[in-house]
């Protein structure tokens, strides 16, 4: 079985685009997840006012299964797009993985 790892990392919504952009760019990488995240914190000093009202900052979460061997890479590509920013993360390994249901190219139903 092919080891595999699951790198989470929260984004601000302004840097969605220029993380997608790296990650596209990265060829050992075959495709990530995008999705919206709330993120809700008891140190509301880093909302602006708007997040103070409302009691949450807009997120993007962004998940790429990934081999060990290309963690530092990926993280090298990644660190590039922060700037001083400082993003939260987390790398998970994952027990598990395929695909439920229908045929993948290349697979044959006989």
Known sequence: ????????????AQM???MVDALIANPDISGF???SAAGYSREHSHFNLREQVEG????????????????AELFT??????GGEALRYWVSPVVEQG?????????SGA
């Open 1 to 12: 079985m092919d080891e595999q790892q699951l790198l989470v990392l929260i984004v601000p």
């Open 16 to 18: 969605k685009d220029d």
């Open 33 to 35: 997840t995008l999705s």
């Open 56 to 71: 949450y900052r807009s997120f993007c979460r962004l998940e790429v299964l990934h081999r060990p061997g290309q963690r």
């Open 77 to 82: 590509a990644l660190a590039g797009v922060c």
């Open 99 to 107: 695909h439920l249901g229908g045929e993948r190219p290349g697979e």
